[in-house]
């Protein structure tokens, strides 16, 4: 009822805005709207998102606009609900007149606001939720995602744990769709590329927010499995490695992998408490792209916040470049076209050249994986070796996606 | 047996972090008739302090052991005289949305000033690594825990039992208008009551802060579990307190190491077993 009422004021407004000020609206900002989590549990991962975002519109404003506008964002808080998330995405939309969405870290963030995209007929891409779900089964043509999923993240750590030689695998990981769905793929994946591997049938998978591990580090190292693969993350992967350390965890015979143990706020946190000699993984790493963007970005971020991006950052800078791509290649700001500039599209990030694959719009990315090494120059612990998969040899074919868009 | 021993160690370190939370929580109760919901903000802050004592200035984590209570004892002292004593006669509701908020302020200002980056404190090298005992590896930060908890819950039963300041909140627990016929200043017994309350959570937060992950909202968790400590132990029972905090410790400690499929909802089975058996908690007394 209230859309019925606004939309024709609303033009009325634009119109009348536009007769006065015919060279001004030239300059109109073109407007971003952005959701992250930025209170409570995880508003880490908000703050990381606001400093890439920040940071790219910034440099592009400084450099011209596009189209000669420059770059404006707004942010809301989904709170880690999917609920408060879909009512920011409509205020976002219908009363801030968004151009563009971008967001969501959480997974069960992603699940309910996917769907609801299409009925706000605005171009969202996903920066940080990893769900196969959200460019798979709930999978549509206003839904983008230029992060690392589940799938891609989880292929990586498969072909790490089939190199490491070590045949029965057991898990710890957070219990709700992350953890279950990453321990579900490794299982798949390895099983694929090492037919002797073994899984435990008795994994651990604490709550999410679990502060004491102890119980789960004692029932791996009592269980002696040859491989532990870890998909827990944030401050519940620092309680975790701190308190595996204190039992003699990392000492034991077994190979440690862990999936988001790369993370620099994980890093960070534990700074020399991080063992080195396990191996970890991440969605970016500030040290495993050897291209001109990357080198200005970490180099531009480090001189804002005296701390390397980590690969929420990456994710959120590299979603704004996405947007300037895409209305260059359209030459215009019409959700629609952007919509449909972005289907295909392959654009310049800080992670090497990054495409929307047609039919599901997953960005055909790779993880980074390595062993933990100690480094003289540096407070946090180094990727030494480090190797970054080619995408093509993590992603997942659109056939096993569940989701056609059309190519 | 080694891995039951190992559970029964950890059971008691979380239990008697749990006391240390939960206690507060109850004495506030106790005495005021508030339910604090701010109180997992005021362990947070005093992780916090520790943090900023211990690492940022690096004094001390012994000097931040003192420091932290004492520091949050006097935020409550004001947040008593600014907001609480004017709702202590109005319905129970309006505490509870009033300490919301409260807990709402303090999570946003801790952001404010300390960011949303993850921290973490490490413990004094007197307490670091492991020791053998009982035929199994020992955390010795554990230990310490174990024996903090029951200096403050020892020390706690002496002053409610044996000193007159002890004896004054009692009593203005029981019955406010003949505490204050009798002459006792009841507002500043209240004040004092609120800012025990708080300074034994910051003192929690502070024993907590070499072992937890030190990030906004990290008082969430723990004021949930203590919440159910007090359902389990019974609400104002200070033996209570003791005796929840020990079987929600079991219940995590023993329930994760052998039931690991249930560790989410074992902690509310506890709780609704002991409510069904009884329903006032292990020690509470009926009030009506």
């Known amino acids: 009822m209230s859309i019925r009422i606004t939309k024709p004021l609303g033009a009325a407004l634009v119109g009348a805005g536009m007769t006065l000020s015919a060279t001004a609206s030239a300059q109109e900002p073109i407007q971003i709207g952005a959701i992250y989590i930025l209170s409570g549990v995880g508003s880490t991962y908000g703050e990381f998102a606001q400093n890439g975002a920040n940071l790219a519109i910034d440099e592009i404003n400084e450099d011209g606009g596009v189209l000669d506008r420059p770059l404006e964002i707004t942010f809301e808080d989904s709170q880690l609900e999917a609920q408060t998330a879909i009512q920011a995405m409509r205020k976002l939309v219908y009363q801030d007149g968004v151009d563009v969405l971008m967001g969501l870290d959480s997974s069960g963030v992603a699940t309910g606001v996917v769907p609801v995209v299409p009925e706000v007929e605005t171009p969202f891409i996903i920066t940080h939720a990893a769900t196969p779900d959200a460019t798979g089964k709930l999978c549509n043509q206003w839904t983008y995602r230029n992060s690392v999923n589940i799938p891609q993240n989880i292929k990586g750590a498969a072909i790490m744990a089939e190199e490491s030689g070590a045949n029965s695998w057991t898990t710890v990981g957070p219990d709700y769709a992350f953890g279950h769905q990453s321990w579900e793929y490794f299982q798949r994946y390895l099983g694929e590329l090492n037919p002797d591997a073994t899984f435990s049938d008795e994994p651990s998978f604490p709550a999410f927010g679990t502060e004491d591990f102890t119980p789960f580090i004692n029932t791996v190292m009592s269980a002696q499995p040859d491989g532990v693969f870890l998909s827990i993350w944030g401050s519940d992967l620092v309680n975790f490695t701190r308190q595996a350390n204190d039992l003699g965890f990392f000492d034991e015979d077994f190979e440690v992998l862990m999936s988001l143990g790369a993370a620099t706020e994980v890093l960070s946190a534990l700074g020399e408490q991080m063992p080195t000699g396990i191996t970890v993984g991440t969605r970016y790493w500030y040290g495993a792209y050897d291209n001109e963007m990357n080198k200005a970005f970490v180099e531009a971020y480090r001189e804002r916040h005296e701390t390397p991006p980590s690969y929420n950052a990456q994710n959120a800078y590299s979603a704004v470049y996405a947007y300037k791509a895409a209305i260059e290649k359209a030459g215009e700001v019409d959700k629609v076209a952007i919509r449909d500039a972005l289907k295909g599209m392959s654009y310049q990030a800080p992670m090497g050249e990054v495409r929307f694959r047609e039919g599901d719009n997953q960005a055909l990315v790779a993880p980074t994986y390595g062993t933990t090494a100690e480094d003289p120059d540096s407070e946090l612990r180094m990727l030494d070796p480090q190797r970054t998969f080619a995408a093509e040899d993590v992603t997942p074919p659109l056939s096993e996606t569940g989701c056609n868009l059309g190519g | ?288």
């Open chain 2, 1 to 288: 047996m080694e891995s039951f021993i190992a559970a029964l160690m950890n059971s008691l370190a979380l239990g008697m972090l749990l006391f240390l939370i939960a206690i507060g929580l109850n004495i506030i109760f106790g005495v005021l008739n508030i339910i604090n919901f701010a109180h997992g903000a005021l362990y947070m802050l005093g992780a916090y302090i520790t943090y900023t004592v211990a690492v940022l200035t690096g004094v001390s984590f012994w000097i931040a052991l003192f420091a932290a209570p004492l520091i949050v004892a006097a935020i409550a002292v004001v947040i008593e005289r600014v907001m609480l004593h004017r709702i202590y006669d109005r319905p129970i509701t309006d505490s509870l949305l009033l300490t919301f908020a409260l807990l709402l302020i303090i999570d946003e200002t801790v952001r404010w000033i300390w960011g949303s980056t993850i921290h973490v404190v490490d413990p004094p090298v007197s307490l670091s690594g492991t020791v053998r005992l009982l035929g199994v590896q020992q955390p010795i930060y554990g230990l310490f825990v174990i024996a903090m908890g029951l200096i403050v819950g020892l020390g706690l039963w002496g002053f409610f039992s044996g000193t007159r300041a002890g004896k004054v909140m009692r009593a203005a627990a029981i019955d406010r208008k003949m505490s204050r016929l009798v002459g006792i200043d009841v507002p500043l017994v209240f004040t004092g009551v609120f800012a025990l309350g708080a300074g034994i959570a910051g003192f929690g937060g502070a024993i907590a802060a070499p072992i937890r992950a030190i990030s906004p909202a990290m008082g969430g968790n723990i004021i949930v579990e203590s919440f159910i400590v007090v359902v389990i132990g019974g609400l104002g029972s200070f033996p209570g307190a003791f005796l929840g905090a020990l079987v929600l410790g079991a219940i995590n400690g023993f329930g994760s190491r052998y039931l690991p499929d249930l560790n989410l909802v074992m902690p509310f089975l506890g709780m609704a077993l002991v409510l069904l058996l009884k329903p006032h908690g292990l020690m509470g007394r009926s009030t009506s």
